[in-house]
């Protein structure tokens, strides 16, 4: 490794202004690659409107005359001889190059378009002719850092001779004629053509989902390896099971389970994903993969984010087994100490065979007996990293997570690409979609109206209020008024319950459980319910403010409603952005609205999920970069699989295994 004080003019300011940006070795400034790149090219004036943003070179035709505004603002002006045309140009306080600006000196300016005056308003003038097409890279620079200081910092790193290595192996490099990365790096930093420019990033991306992907691949054959539990289980007492269910299953809702049956009694480790739309009917596929486990004598766990979650898959559960005999306890942080003390007895010798609740079952002291299987519900509102510490004998369980964000592709492949995936794309049968309109706020009345019309068939509604981030106090301002305005029009009618984030567990569980049980009708909140909540009866939701939530938080809203075979509504109130709101008065597709809301966020803080430092790419852009990805992928699975053993480059292989383990 070379520090980046090797470099000639660093001094220690620019060194601490480099390390901000996380530059410390030469080899890091070398990589640290534009974001952009400004293609400056003499405009074909023949191809230009009035307005538009000229470049231009010439000879300066008469000497330019200084006009002084006053000490702050002065304008200067010359006619500038293009060979075709003779403009007129006015640049804004620059009086300063009075000197240099003189007949017969050759210029480059950079500005607006006048076409009827032939004239030019000039931002930015340079001396000397346009040589051909210069290609001037653009950095992310902050910290007190300017352009054009790391273009010089960078130049005088690329006059170092620092190696820096290559990842793709040999085979590949062949294959697809790819040249030496220094190459790539010096004309990624100083670009020769728009055409060697493309080539030389795409390759550098390609390394660097080619990477990415080998850890990826490597993570999932490594879990896939570990030696699972091999369970042996009679397939016709599940059979039996989900004929006495209260529903028949959809199509895809029994393939799942059908993968997950073939799981559980491989003796390779289950690391699968379910992912469903809002109310896709996961959870009963949950329950079916807890009842074979409990089938061949092990333990279930079923985690969820939130305690009314908890509350509502236990009582699930504990009413679709009453028939077997299969003990089945609640652990919340709400349980009481007592209770807690008995639970993690019983949970430590075996007796209770499954338990369900939030990150409570995974604290330290809970130890388990035989855990077989561990299952998170929401998994994305848990994060990558967060994954269970898991207290256990020495036995490794099989994990399920279930989501109910669908994933875009790229996503699926990246964040998930450890895990194997199964969905549930179609909804159970007689389920009808819910109708989604737009509304202002100044047509509040008819949304009273449509209200009153869902209220007086004995039906419920959910009204969310406005969500203002990070400012808890406006938030339960909101909440409260709404609940007077909901008073004023329904309170003789209807009951209303509120539930906002500042109430205790205890009382939010009894406004659910007073909703559920139809005691109250109207139920204001703010987001709490998004996750999981099932409540048939409720037919209407009315998010006030829509325009503040992502489209998949929306999305994720709606499906609390159309949970039956009554037909269901939606209202969006919003004032603004009403075409981004549009995409879901038109579908009620999970798939398509997140790789909408994909397209429009971007990678970022997609879905509330903190990423690792491993999903920061220096070039590569998992949106726009996915048929490099695909490549990426399909080569970096034959890499790990070791088709190419003599390729397998012990760095490369060492850099892949020493990836964070996220087990
Ligand atoms: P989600 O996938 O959003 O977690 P749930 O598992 O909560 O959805 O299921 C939503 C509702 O649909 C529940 O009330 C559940 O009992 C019901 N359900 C699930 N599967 C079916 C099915 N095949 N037929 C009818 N209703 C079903
Ligand atoms: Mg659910």
Redesign the pocket.
């Known amino acids: 490794m070379s520090s980046i004080e090797q470099i000639k003019g660093i001094g220690i300011k620019s060194k601490s202004l480099l390390s901000k940006l996380g530059i410390n070795e030469i080899a890091d400034l070398l990589q640290f690659y534009p974001f952009r790149y400004d293609d400056i090219k003499r405009s074909d004036i023949n191809e230009l409107n009035d307005g538009d943003k000229i470049i231009i070179d010439g000879v300066i035709e008469t000497n330019p005359s200084v006009y002084y505004f006053n000490r702050k603002l002065d304008k200067t002006s010359f006619k500038l001889n293009t060979g075709s045309n003779i403009f007129n140009i006015t640049i804004f306080n620059r009086g300063f190059l009075k000197n240099q600006l003189k007949i017969g000196t050759n210029v480059t300016v950079i500005g607006k378009l006048e076409r009827k005056k032939s004239a030019i308003t000039v931002s930015d003038i340079s001396f000397g002719l346009i040589e051909k097409e210069k290609i001037e890279p653009i950095y992310h620079v902050t910290y007190g850092l300017t352009n054009k200081h790391i273009i010089k910092l960078i130049d005088s790193a690329l006059k170092e001779d620092i190696d820096i290595f290559n990842y793709i192996p040999t085979y590949l490099m062949d294959k697809y004629k790819f040249i030496d990365k220094m190459d790539c790096i010096k004309e990624v930093h100083h670009p020769t053509s728009m055409q060697s420019l493309k080539k030389a990033r795409n390759q550098l991306k390609y390394e660097e989902l080619f990477m990415f992907m080998a850890k990826m691949n490597y993570l999932k054959q490594n879990k896939a390896n570990k030696i699972g539990l091999k369970r042996k289980v009679d397939y016709d007492k599940v059979l039996n099971m989900i004929n006495n269910l209260p ?4 199509s895809d ?1 029994l393939k799942c389970v059908d993968r997950i049956f073939e799981d559980l009694t491989s003796d390779k480790r289950m690391n699968r994903l379910l992912q ?1 739309d ?7 596929v949950a329950i079916i993969a807890i009842f074979i486990n409990y089938l061949s004598g092990y333990q279930s766990a079923l985690m969820v984010p939130t305690e009314i979650l908890a509350n509502q898959h236990y009582d699930n559960i504990v009413n679709l087994l009453k028939d077997y005999n299969i003990n089945i306890a609640l652990l919340t942080g709400k349980t009481k100490a007592k209770d807690k003390r008995k639970i993690y007895e019983d949970l430590k010798n075996g007796d209770i065979d499954i338990i369900v609740g939030t990150h409570a079952l995974f604290t330290d002291t809970v130890q388990y007996h035989n855990l077989g299987l561990v299952i998170t519900d929401e998994q994305h509102r848990f994060g990558v990293n967060q994954r269970a510490n898991l207290k256990n004998k020495g036995i490794t369980p099989d994990i399920l997570y279930m989501s ?1 964000t669908p994933i875009p592709r790229t996503y699926a492949l990246t964040l998930y690409g450890d895990m194997d995936i199964s969905s549930i794309k179609t909804q ?2 007689g389920r009808k979609e819910v109708i989604t309109t737009l509304k202002k706020e100044k047509e509040i009345k008819d949304v009273l109206e449509s209200m009153y019309e869902q209220l007086k068939n004995n039906h419920q509604v959910y009204v969310i209020a406005p969500l203002i981030e990070e400012s808890d106090k406006v938030d339960l301002k909101n909440v409260f008024e709404l609940e007077e305005k909901m008073q004023k029009a329904f309170g003789k009618l209807f009951k209303i319950g509120v539930l906002h984030g500042k109430m205790t567990s205890d009382e939010k569980e009894e406004v659910m459980q007073k909703f559920k049980n139809n005691e109250i009708q109207i139920l204001i909140s703010t987001t709490v319910i998004e996750v ?1 909540v ?1 409540v ?1 009866n409720a037919t209407m939701m009315v998010i006030f403010d829509s325009f503040r939530f992502g489209l998949s938080a929306l999305h994720q809203l709606r ?1 609390r409603v159309g ?1 039956s075979n009554l037909q269901s509504y939606c209202i969006l109130i919003s004032n603004y952005e009403t075409e981004r709101l549009k995409i879901l008065t038109e579908t009620n597709d999970g798939f398509k609205i997140s790789e909408e809301d994909f397209l429009l966020r971007g990678g970022g803080d997609l879905f509330g999920i903190k990423q690792s430092g491993d999903m920061v790419m220096s070039i590569a852009d998992l949106k726009k970069d996915y048929n490099i990805l695909l490549k990426a992928k399909e080569d970096s699975e034959e890499f790990i699989r070791g088709t190419f053993d003599n390729f397998h480059d012990e760095k490369v292989m060492n850099y892949i295994t020493n990836f964070t383990n996220l087990d």
Not at 278 to 284: F, L, Q
């Open positions: 529903f028949k299953l959809t809702q469903g809002v109310g896709s009917g996961k959870t009963i109910a159970p049968h999981g099932d048939a499906g949970r």
